[in-house]
């Protein structure tokens, strides 16, 4: 126990500050949130570790092993296999993740930076996302602004404010860190 007590602390200590929010519906009887600088372990630690993976597809490396081999990939059956290996192998970079578990939620990372969450609409998982917005202190009342411009993306400050209103991706890129200049 002191084991995953001391892992748990080394995932808290390497915590990203979420600075970017939004919220899309993919489908009619979807819908998705989206969080820039959250690391796929922030979200994937928040879930039941008994929980089932209908699929696994990661993309991950480390400085002595150039990719995660797919037979240690596919030995995750439930998001404790997915959790134990990445908190007991913290050197692995996590590159691109996309996780389906059952009742149909697919957990999404890319660069172990930017982690996109989708389930069906009248699903149990969406209570992923109020743990999400308890457990990193966010203001709750920022999902019904989310949920009122689909697509759009929200910067938030450190006190949970809404600082910015993106219309889109490449919108954030180019007013907020001016990548097109």
């Not at 919220?23 to 994937?44: D, G, H, I, K």
Request: aromatic share 12%; charged share 25%; with cysteine.
């Amino acid at each position: 126990m002191e084991h995953l007590n001391q892992h748990m602390q080394h995932l808290e200590d390497n915590n990203l500050t979420i600075q970017l929010l939004g919220f899309n519906r993919p489908t009619e009887l979807t819908e998705s949130f989206y969080f820039l600088e959250m690391s796929t372990l922030q979200a994937t630690t928040l879930l039941p570790r008994d929980t089932q993976l209908l699929s696994c597809k990661i993309v991950a490396y480390s400085k002595d092993n150039p990719y995660l081999d797919n037979k240690i990939v596919d030995g995750f059956k439930t998001i404790g296999d997915f959790n134990n290996f990445f908190l007991n192998n913290p050197d692995y970079f996590i590159h691109n993740c996309e996780i389906e578990i059952e009742g149909r939620m697919t957990i999404g990372s890319h660069d172990d930076g930017e982690v996109s969450i989708e389930y069906p609409i009248e699903s149990s998982d969406q209570a992923i996302i109020t743990r999400i917005f308890e457990t990193y202190n966010l203001d709750k009342g920022i999902i019904e602004i989310l949920k009122s411009k689909p697509g759009h993306l929200f910067g938030i400050d450190n006190e949970n404010k809404v600082i910015a209103e993106y219309i889109n991706f490449d919108d954030y890129l180019t007013r907020a860190l001016n990548w097109f200049k």
